[in-house]
């Protein structure tokens, strides 16, 4: 069998391709194999998409390696080469945004809208720990996405789930819209991020420091006045007080605790988490960035319907985060304060009850209506079982999967507002 040249059948695309040589692609196939080794090293693909887009071939007597590195030297010089102001700059000019083919590819990868322009997405790709300055990180354009992100996922909650009780809330919360998974979104962007932060980098790539934490952006939430007594002796704090004081996610507003933390940085028993952390964190800023830089340039709606797209869309099982410590006492609470008749368990079916695998299957019901069912390898065990289905069938109601939040009626033309259910709280054991 005669072998295939795979090499000459590239060089004929690449030849091809308009504007990339004179040979056409009718040309006789003796004259692509008459083609020297030079010409053809100018057709090899190049990184770069200005290399690309030259259909110059060079000189005999300029040496091969300048074009089989794919690299165009007139555009992106070395660093050597390179003025020293372009090398001192934390971050690279504004102006380099159009040049950069990364950030366009990501433009149209996230079907961003063409009032969003490229120099908007490259400084949202600048953390706070890469260019301390405002004027070009960053951190204002987050602060914003975090704001718009955490009301859309917080109403999307309430008025999909009602009857959530305020821990569960806090978890999905953060389950949504916490620092590791805007990391995972920004990941499955194909953000890729730099070695280190300059003015030479791709403006497409994510630039942060590895080394220092940036200034964190600001968040709501008030710092308590027992705060050090709360980390001194590990005082119980409760739910109201945390709705009042504490952040979106119902932690402790602590920077002094935070400044701790970064401080481990220097240990090298802490040095990889700490790397990580900071990794997570600059990921997590250019999620909220972005969305902040949609919603200043393109408006509210299209802001919303990019949260809906990227982060509401994933899939998060809220039955996984409810953990009961007496579930047959609060069945019981729930059923006096509803008027419901006191829950019974009862023997559903059961086999192997002499064997070293029995199995039991206990109702939990109320008069002649069931709440709930489960299985178990013990009595007591399926019983417990039942009483937690019962519990999250109740806490997990919804009214749809379509339900209309307050941010609907901020759009033109809106239907009137019919109000949503409104649960009267969880149940609280003592």
Known sequence: MKRLRLDQWTG???LARPGAASVSASAPRAVLRSTTPLSRCAAVRCQSTAAAASPSIPAQGTPEDEYIDGTDHARFPPLENLPPRATSMPSPPPSRALESAKLAALHARLALPE??????????LVDASADPSPDFNNSTLAFVGQSLIHYHVGEYLMCRYPRLPMDILYAAM??????????HVARSWGVE???????????GLLQFSMHKPGDAITGFGYQRAELKYLRKYNWRHSISSRIVFDDDFGEIVDPEAQRETLGRRTDTQYGDAFTRSLAERAYANCTRAVVGALYTHAGREPAKAFVRAHILSRHLDLSQLFAFKKPAKELSLLC????????VARLLSETGRLS????FVVGIFSGKDKLGEAAGPSLEHARAKAAMNALKSWYLYSPGEHVRVPSDMLAEEAKPWEPVHIDVGEIIGR
Do not use: C, I, M, S
């Not at 949504?176 to 990391?183: D, R, V």
């Not at 932060?197 to 791709?202: A, I, L, N, Q």
């Open 115 to 124: 009032k969003l322009p490229l120099q908007t997405l490259a400084r949202a």
């Open 193 to 203: 991020h730099a070695a280190a932060p300059g003015g030479e980098v791709d403006p």
């Open 356 to 359: 070293r695998t029995p199995v």
């Open 336 to 343: 006096a304060r509803e008027d419901f008749e006191p829950p």
């Open 12 to 14: 004929q695309l690449l």
């Open 174 to 183: 953060k389950g949504y819209a916490g620092h590791t998974t805007l990391h």
